[in-house]
Nanobody, 124 residues
């Protein structure tokens, strides 16, 4: 399996930016499509963004498209989520995820591997 560790969460004001990072273990990182999900207490974990193995294609939830950017650096075994123009409704625990399938599938199916999550809080 691949092990994932998120970092970069914190407390920011609405309109601010934040970058989340996810470090993956092993040397097979490039074999996985990667993604970010988020969860609000009492609600299900929802898809945010995903990226293909090479980074050639990216997918976003409608709620974040134009504000968030997912990227990856396979040489460093890392995936990032750049979050701009943050809104209070972006407040959630953000989870890094990996799946041996496709990034597009992540938009409709839960991936196989998860990180522990990092809290993002946006004050209004």
């Amino acid at each position: 399996q691949v092990q994932l560790v998120e970092s970069g969460g914190g407390l920011v004001q609405a309109g601010d930016s934040l970058r989340l990072s996810c470090a993956a273990s092993g040397r097979t990182f490039s074999s996985y499509a990667m993604g970010w999900f988020r969860q609000i207490p009492g609600k299900e974990r929802d898809f945010v963004a995903s990226i293909t193995r090479t980074g050639a294609s990216k997918y976003y939830a409608d709620s974040v498209k134009g504000r968030f950017t997912i990227s990856r650096d396979n040489a460093k075994n890392k995936v990032y989520l750049q979050m701009n123009s943050l809104k209070s409704e972006d407040t959630a625990v953000y989870y890094c995820a990996a799946d041996p399938s496709t990034a597009q599938i992540m938009t409709v199916r839960r991936p196989d591997y998860w990180g522990q999550g990092t809290q993002v809080t946006v004050s209004s």
